[in-house]
């Protein structure tokens, strides 16, 4: 339906619900009554919306299409923004048309229908509210430019702005609306499990008497979602990094482990791995005879035991070695380990391809076990084993520990192929979220490295600008159940080292044991010495928006008309028009840290020389993505400086949809297109995959020029005496 037709038609259904409830309203009980006047209010109050709506959806049909990629990738925040305000029309002219052909009926709930027009009312006004936002966005960044980057207040402003809206009615009746609508059970599933979660967090409870708990007491937030919308708007704004953490591992818990491994396929081989850290001696990617040295992960507490895991469909040479299995044993273990593998007799040779996968989480949660179910898939799909990296997580290991610990865990799989079933003539990186963050960063530290390249990346919905900048995107977060800003600038904020003192000795971190929770403690303090240069460029900027709280007496005038509040004074919204504000007190750290600007954490602001001669990259990114302007721009960023780049963009789902494989068809065709990506990579030609492992000068791989800001050590180039391979 084209957009004139869109609004055409909401204007005509909404005089059609008015004139049929105009002779309605003064009939039944004064609670019927009540009811049926707010009806009618909310009905009004939607045509209004969708009158002003109009003309700026409008003139962001005229533009949006100079912020794609190319005429076949149709793809940006602007255009997002136009389909969820879209969605949500769609939306309420179906459920006026229902009120207009049932309202006499002696069957027609008059009380529920008014709280569901209300409800997209609320949602249509803050709709509203953003296209003026992304209105704001066309006028103050450069042509087609998605991202305002520059020191000029608009990104802070944004935050202020974006925390003092009201959000709590899309995560209520309106939950999940923009999304496919076989999630929309999911979302209601897991936000009233988070809500019940969030109430029994700081209660005395083991896991599992916590976890029954929230079982037990779910169940008033799915019958009452404006309850389950109010407190996850809380939640979001207020509770901690811990909370999100420990939410977030549920997945890791044996129960929801169990019950997911029954719908996941199996495979012959799930091994876990823990690596001691050895120095490594890698072949120069310029010169294969001379060695250069890849030293442990010494970042914030020096070196330490790395964890991966191993997931092959079939049994290959090599998996069931002596070799191998001692590193499945306990930590410090060096003899063989007993495993049902050994009884198996039938082996398949090595694959020629290997995948090395880092999990998304925010760079705070999960392991490669929330990620196994569409591993396992992909494993099978491919005939390819999949070794993939438990990097150490934020708060209590910020910036740079994880990438050191995926590049040292690159280089060794790239040494030990052989145990792990292939020999990896063919090496694809693949990860979503975070772990999409790091195939590209560790790709860039391959290269300063002298290492041999991986012959592709398929990262997913990946992070490529950790800071608050202002997207039409990000926009999006305020109505993103996967991802709300203020958990996405937690979550930031972590990872640079921001958090990194708010690690706490008790039980709700988690899956840090007594010995890891002493450690932490002690090791975050040995690191500020060690690592007071880094932290010194941390400048947290704490904003608070509960100064822009209207009085109460205007809150009360504003829900009188169907808004909260009064204008912030951040947003010149036009006249007349005043968005609904949040009543919670919140207060977000802004990501503001200098750290979010290195390269490392935010390729999309690397220097060319350091994206020149990545390997060919697939993004593939979902549209209703709040990150899906990081993927947009990177993608143009590659291609303006001739690096091999493809992206695809999936309509109806949300950030995180490979964890959510099996659940709708979308989802399973959204991880299928994955899988082919990845495909493509082990299957492009050598002249393709040549251009992915440029000449490297060996003079430039020891001098600091590679490397501007400090990530690799001295010694972590070529050792003094140059060792020729065997």
């Given at each position: 339906?084209?957009?004139?037709?869109?609004?055409?038609?909401?204007?005509?259904?909404?005089?059609?619900?008015?004139?049929?409830?105009?002779?309605?309203?003064?009939?039944?009980?004064?609670?019927?009554?009540?009811?049926?006047?707010?009806?009618?209010?909310?009905?009004?109050?939607?045509?209004?919306?969708?009158?002003?709506?109009?003309?700026?959806?409008?003139?962001?049909?005229?533009?949006?299409?100079?912020?794609?990629?190319?005429?076949?990738?149709?793809?940006?925040?602007?255009?997002?923004?136009?389909?969820?305000?879209?969605?949500?029309?769609?939306?309420?002219?179906?459920?006026?048309?229902?009120?207009?052909?049932?309202?006499?009926?002696?069957?027609?709930?008059?009380?529920?229908?008014?709280?569901?027009?209300?409800?997209?009312?609320r949602a249509l006004c803050q709709l509203r509210a953003l296209m003026y936002l992304g209105q704001r966005l066309l006028?103050?960044?450069?042509?087609?430019?998605?991202?305002?980057?520059?020191?000029?207040?608009?990104?802070?402003?944004?935050?202020?702005?974006?925390?003092?809206?009201?959000?709590?009615?899309?995560?209520?009746?309106?939950?999940?609306?923009?999304?496919?609508?076989?999630?929309?059970?999911?979302?209601?599933?897991?936000?009233?499990?988070?809500?019940?979660?969030?109430?029994?967090?700081?209660?005395?409870?083991?896991?599992?008497?916590?976890?029954?708990?929230?079982?037990?007491?779910?169940?008033?937030?799915?019958?009452?979602?404006?309850?389950?919308?109010?407190?996850?708007?809380?939640?979001?704004q207020n509770l901690d990094m811990h909370f999100w953490k420990a939410f977030w591992n549920l997945t890791e818990s044996?129960?929801?482990?169990?019950?997911?491994?029954?719908?996941?396929?199996?495979?012959?081989?799930?091994?876990?791995?823990?690596?001691?850290?050895?120095?490594?001696?890698?072949?120069?990617?310029?010169?294969?005879?001379?060695?250069?040295?890849?030293?442990?992960?010494?970042?914030?507490?020096?070196?330490?035991?790395?964890?991966?895991?191993?997931?092959?469909?079939?049994?290959?040479?090599?998996?069931?070695?002596?070799?191998?299995?001692?590193?499945?044993?306990?930590?410090?273990?060096?003899?063989?380990?007993?495993?049902?593998?050994?009884?198996?007799?039938?082996?398949?040779?090595?694959?020629?391809?290997?995948?090395?996968?880092?999990?998304?989480?925010?760079?705070?949660?999960?392991?490669?076990?929330?990620?196994?179910?569409?591993?396992?898939?992909?494993?099978?799909?491919?005939?390819?084993?999949?070794?993939?990296?438990?990097?150490?997580?934020?708060?209590?290991?910020?910036?740079?520990?994880?990438?050191?610990?995926?590049?040292?865990?690159?280089?060794?799989?790239?040494?030990?192929?052989?145990?792990?079933?292939?020999?990896?003539?063919?090496?694809?990186?693949?990860?979503?979220?975070?772990?999409?963050?790091?195939?590209?960063?560790?790709?860039?530290?391959?290269?300063?490295?002298?290492?041999?390249?991986?012959?592709?990346?398929?990262?997913?919905?990946?992070?490529?600008?950790?800071?608050?900048?202002?997207?039409?995107?990000?926009?999006?977060?305020?109505?993103?159940?996967?991802?709300?800003?203020?958990?996405?600038?937690?979550?930031?904020?972590?990872?640079?080292?921001?958090?990194?003192?708010?690690?706490?000795?008790?039980?709700?971190?988690?899956?840090?044991?007594?010995?890891?929770?002493?450690?932490?403690?002690?090791?975050?303090?040995?690191?500020?010495?060690?690592?007071?240069?880094?932290?010194?460029?941390?400048?947290?900027?704490?904003?608070s928006v509960s100064s822009n709280r209207p009085p109460e007496s205007a809150r009360k005038a504003g829900n009188a008309?169907?808004?909260?509040?009064?204008?912030?004074?951040?947003?010149?919204?036009?006249?007349?028009?005043?968005?609904?504000?949040?009543?919670?007190?919140?207060?977000?750290?802004?990501?503001?840290?200098?750290?979010?600007?290195?390269?490392?954490?935010?390729?999309?602001?690397?220097?060319?020389?350091?994206?020149?001669?990545?390997?060919?990259?697939?993004?593939?990114?979902?549209?209703?993505?709040?990150?899906?302007?990081?993927?947009?721009?990177?993608?143009?960023?590659?291609?303006?400086?001739?690096?091999?780049?493809?992206?695809?963009?999936?309509?109806?789902?949300?950030?995180?949809?490979?964890?959510?494989?099996?659940?709708?068809?979308?989802?399973?065709?959204?991880?299928?297109?994955?899988?082919?990506?990845?495909?493509?990579?082990?299957?492009?030609?050598?002249?393709?995959?040549?251009?992915?492992?440029?000449?490297?000068?060996?003079?430039?791989?020891?001098?600091?020029?590679?490397?501007?800001?400090?990530?690799?050590?001295?010694?972590?180039?070529?050792?003094?005496?140059?060792?020729?391979?065997?």
């Open positions: 339906m084209e957009n004139q037709v869109l609004f055409s038609t909401l204007e005509a259904t909404c005089e059609e619900a008015i004139a049929a409830l105009s002779g309605t309203a003064t009939a039944g009980t004064s609670d019927t009554e009540a009811a049926s006047s707010r009806l009618l209010e909310s009905v009004r109050l939607i045509q209004a919306h969708g009158r002003a709506l109009q003309p700026v959806v409008r003139h962001f049909t005229m533009v949006y299409h100079h912020f794609d990629l190319d005429a076949q990738t149709p793809a940006n925040g602007y255009r997002t923004l136009v389909k969820v305000v879209r969605s949500c029309v769609l939306y309420i002219i179906q459920k006026t048309r229902y009120v207009v052909a049932n309202c006499d009926s002696t069957f027609f709930r008059v009380e529920h229908n008014a709280g569901e027009l209300e409800a997209y009312c006028g103050e960044n450069g042509v087609e430019e998605l991202y305002s980057t520059q020191d000029q207040g608009l990104s802070h402003s944004f935050v202020q702005e974006y925390m003092s809206l009201h959000k709590a009615c899309f995560y209520g009746r309106c939950l999940g609306f923009q999304f496919a609508p076989a999630l929309r059970p999911f979302f209601q599933t897991v936000i009233s499990s988070m809500v019940s979660f969030g109430d029994n967090w700081k209660k005395q409870q083991s896991g599992i008497g916590r976890a029954a708990l929230t079982i037990l007491t779910s169940g008033k937030y799915v019958v009452d979602p404006e309850l389950r919308g109010a407190e996850f708007e809380r939640m979001t044996e129960l929801i482990s169990g019950l997911a491994s029954i719908a996941a396929k199996t495979v012959q081989v799930n091994l876990t791995l823990t690596i001691p850290p050895i120095t490594l001696r890698m072949p120069l990617a310029s010169d294969p005879r001379l060695c250069v040295a890849v030293h442990p992960p010494v970042a914030h507490w020096g070196p330490d035991f790395i964890k991966m895991r191993l997931i092959s469909d079939t049994l290959r040479e090599g998996q069931d070695s002596e070799e191998l299995l001692a590193y499945t044993g306990a930590e410090g273990s060096t003899g063989p380990t007993s495993s049902p593998l050994r009884l198996r007799r039938q082996k398949e040779p090595p694959s020629p391809w290997l995948i090395v996968h880092f999990h998304g989480g925010g760079f705070v949660a999960q392991t490669s076990k929330s990620h196994e179910s569409y591993l396992k898939s992909w494993s099978r799909d491919l005939a390819v084993p999949i070794l993939s990296v438990d990097y150490s997580l934020a708060p209590e290991a910020p910036f740079p520990r994880a990438l050191e610990e995926c590049f040292y865990a690159y280089c060794w799989a790239l040494q030990n192929c052989h145990l792990l079933g292939s020999t990896a003539e063919r090496v694809c990186l693949a990860g979503d979220s975070a772990g999409g963050n790091l195939c590209i960063t560790m790709s860039m530290r391959a290269m300063s490295n002298g290492v041999r390249m991986p012959d592709g990346i398929m990262a997913a919905y990946p992070a490529t600008l950790l800071t608050a900048d202002a997207s039409p995107s990000r926009l999006l977060t305020l109505i993103d159940p996967m991802l709300p800003l203020g958990v996405l600038c937690k979550c930031i904020n972590a990872y640079a080292g921001v958090e990194s003192q708010t690690v706490e000795s008790n039980e709700e971190l988690g899956t840090l044991g007594a010995f890891g929770r002493d450690t932490a403690l002690l090791l975050t303090d040995l690191s500020q010495g060690a690592s007071s240069w880094f932290q010194s460029l941390l400048d947290p900027v704490s904003l008309a169907g808004n909260v509040g009064t204008n912030s004074g951040l947003v010149d919204y036009p006249e007349g028009f005043v968005p609904l504000r949040s009543e919670q007190l919140s207060e977000v750290r802004t990501p503001s840290a200098l750290i979010l600007k290195n390269p490392y954490v935010s390729p999309l602001l690397a220097p060319s020389n350091l994206l020149k001669g990545l390997p060919p990259l697939h993004i593939v990114a979902p549209a209703l993505d709040g990150l899906l302007d990081d993927s947009v721009m990177f993608a143009k960023r590659l291609r303006s400086i001739g690096q091999p780049v493809t992206l695809t963009v999936i309509e109806d789902l949300p950030h995180g949809f490979l964890s959510l494989t099996h659940l709708s068809k979308e989802t399973e065709q959204a991880s299928e297109i994955c899988t082919q990506r990845i495909r493509e990579v082990f299957q492009q030609s050598p002249a393709s995959a040549n251009c992915a492992r440029p000449t490297v000068d060996l003079n430039n791989h020891i001098t600091p020029m590679t490397d501007p800001f400090g990530l690799a050590r001295r010694d972590e180039c070529l050792d003094g005496e140059n060792e020729l391979s065997d």
